[in-house]
T-cell receptor, first 117, second 114 residues
């Protein structure tokens, strides 16, 4: 199993450009998440999808949109990139997000390092 | 708002030592607490998940404890090895319907010196 995969691994954008970060999981998980990690700020949730067909905002959703394409795939789109969006982006998945038990364990992808000039 | 604090921010120990990493949280209304490991330039790897009804969990040389009422968790690493060098993060999930958002601490960077 590949687990959680993310593409691309690195990306440089100019201010105002758009791009989509792709995420896929092969563990048949119901829930998927997008985080950003910044020095001194830790990991913060951008958006999540508790189950196929639903998406909800996390702590820092401004400037982003998401699509849960199917059970496997969850994409993050930056419509008009800004330097403040320079960060490392992680996708994660879990089996069930509402039980609170071991199924809550989140599995992370390797990350996308994004620089906005 | 839930806040998660990890002290110390960095720790350096000689190989073979037993060590304890600390995690504290301000709101005791949690479903569970997770400990993760992050290697430089990599994603997070889940180490242990403790449910709110549990006091501890063990996996190999790792033991995590949870004292929900006092808002504290510890990760004990026995007989540390250079391969344990990484950043360790804890995260809590709040209880309550629809509460999916984990709150992470900023991590403790561990260096195990051969």
């Amino acid at each position: 199993n590949a687990g959680v995969t993310q593409t691309p691994k690195f990306q440089v954008l100019k201010t105002g450009q758009s791009m989509t970060l792709q995420c896929a999981q092969d563990m048949n998980h119901n829930s998927m998440y997008w985080y950003r990690q910044d020095p001194g700020m830790g990991l913060r949730l951008i958006y999540y999808s508790a189950s196929e067909g639903t998406t909800d905002k996390g702590e820092v959703p401004n400037g982003y949109n998401v699509s849960r394409l199917n059970k496997r795939e969850f994409s993050l789109r930056l419509e008009s990139a800004a330097p403040s969006q320079t960060s490392v982006y992680f996708c994660a998945s879990s089996e069930l997000s509402w039980t609170g038990g071991d199924a809550d364990t989140q599995y992370f992808g390797p990350g996308t390092r994004l620089t906005v000039l | 708002k839930q806040e998660v604090t990890q002290i110390p921010a960095a720790l350096s120990v000689p190989e073979g030592e037993n060590l304890v990493l600390n995690c504290s949280f301000t709101d005791s209304a949690i479903y569970n607490l997770q400990w993760f490991r992050q290697d430089p330039g990599k994603g997070l790897t889940s180490l242990l998940l403790i449910q709110s009804s549990q006091r501890e969990q063990t996996s190999g040389r790792l033991n995590a404890s949870l004292d929900k009422s006092s808002g504290r968790s510890t990760l004990y690493i026995a007989a540390s090895q250079p391969g344990d060098s990484a950043t360790y993060l804890c995260a809590v999930r709040p209880s309550g319907a629809g509460s999916y958002q984990l709150t992470f601490g900023k991590g403790t960077k561990l260096s195990v010196i051969p």
